[in-house]
């Protein structure tokens, strides 16, 4: 079956260092994207990508890079973490329609201290 | 843009009563109308969405919505519930063409279902 997975499911850091999130999907879908979860705030999209070689800003990009260099995997990057950079992180996947399914990986629980 | 508005952050219900989870959404050209369910750390799946036609659209585990153009609702409704379906629900919503059919989703609703 297909799947979107995430790694690591848990990241312990320090403020200042950089830090990359995994996420890999085996729909071959051509959009992804990236969300954090906050209490309070629901979910907020940070980057997305309609495909290889192609990456947009979301609503919260400061500080998060993301590349795309095939159809399987969308890595994002704290550059610098921060504080504010505590947060569950999703990654989800859909097809080429609007109306196609968003298909959510399991999270990234990641502390900054 | 678009955004969502839901009205409740958490609603207690006991095992075996009805349930409404309510959603407004604002948008100024039309939309498609998802709701999410994340069970206790789990990333989002989707019980239903609303595309076109029939106003009443049935999900998984006996959920359905209902979208009402006129009050640009879309509320989430089971008539009896589960001790599982305890859960968060994000209602979102998307629009037609460019990166307004990026999902935009409502800041969740608990559901804590108790025996």
């Known amino acids: 079956d297909a799947e979107i997975t995430q790694s690591p499911r848990h990241k312990i850091t320090e403020t200042g260092r950089q830090v990359t999130l995994a996420c890999h999907q085996t729909?071959?879908?051509?959009?992804m994207f990236w969300y954090r979860q906050d209490l309070g705030h629901g979910l907020r999209l940070i980057h997305y990508?309609?495909?290889?070689?192609?990456?947009n800003k979301g609503e919260v990009s400061d500080g998060y890079s993301v590349s795309r260099s095939n159809t399987e995997d969308l890595p994002l990057t704290l550059e610098s973490a921060a504080s504010s950079q505590t947060s569950v992180y999703f990654c989800?996947?859909?097809?080429?329609?609007?109306?196609?399914?968003?298909?959510f990986g399991p999270g990234t629980r990641l502390t900054v201290l | 843009a678009q955004s969502v508005t839901q009205l409740d952050s958490q609603v207690p219900v006991f095992e075996e009563a009805p349930v409404e989870l309510r959603c407004n959404y604002s948008?100024?050209?039309?939309?498609?109308l998802f709701w999410y369910v994340q069970y206790p750390n789990q990333g989002l799946q989707l019980l239903l969405k609303?595309?076109?036609?029939?106003?009443l659209v049935k999900g998984i585990n006996g959920f359905e919505a209902e979208f009402n153009k006129s009050q640009t609702s879309f509320h989430l409704r089971k008539p009896s519930v589960h001790i599982s379906d305890t859960a968060e629900y994000f209602c979102?919503?998307?629009?037609?063409?460019?990166?307004?059919?990026?999902?935009?989703f409502g800041k969740g609703t608990k559901l804590s279902v108790k025996p």
């Open positions: 989800a996947s859909r097809g080429d329609s609007y109306t196609d399914t968003q298909y």
């Open positions: 729909w071959n879908h051509n959009n």
């Open positions: 990508s309609y495909g290889v070689q192609d990456t």
């Open positions: 948008s100024s050209v039309s939309v498609y």
């Open positions: 609303y595309l076109s036609g029939s106003t």
């Open positions: 979102a919503v998307s629009a037609y063409g460019g990166s307004q059919g990026n999902l935009i």
